[in-house]
């Protein structure tokens, strides 16, 4: 397992760590109506999905905004954003924020995602900042475990992995 840190901290991750060439685990989290949203639900796009501790923060802020922004420019790409934000926060934030091209899902209600990952912060109850690529046909294609939990990813790659992925 990957070690991190959140402000320097050394914290405990729980769930089970992803490798690239594995098959993408399903999840059950929240979309901000409280629907049920799994992978499952995106089955045939290329899935990059960004996770973030709190949307409410600059980083995260930052991250959430950047893959919007690249959103825009992919194609048969799905971005979704997942926190253990409550679905409200994650609405209000949205809409503050005007973004359209990110799914903010919240994976409070049983860490189902984060278990799924292996990015649950046992100290925090919040999800590591990492990076998943997923192809189209369930295929994880790149993985980033951000080590400081204050850190950004690395953009670039991420979207350069959504980009080549089928």
Known sequence: MTNVTFKGNPV??????VKV???APNFTVLANDLSEVTLDDTKGKV?????VPSIDTGVCDAQT????EEAS????????????DLPFAQS??????????VKTLSDHRDLSFGEAYGVIMKELRLLARSVFVVDSNDK???VEYVSEGTNHPDYEKAIEAAKQAK
């Open 21 to 23: 060439g594995d098959t």
């Open 12 to 17: 405990t991750v729980l769930g089970n760590e």
């Open 73 to 84: 420019k992919l194609n048969n790409v799905e971005v979704l954003t997942i926190s253990c």
């Open 140 to 142: 994880v294609v790149y």
């Open 92 to 101: 209000r934030w949205c809409a503050a924020s005007g973004l359209e091209n």
């Open 47 to 51: 899935r990059l999905i960004s996770v």
């Open 65 to 68: 905004r950047r893959f919007n």
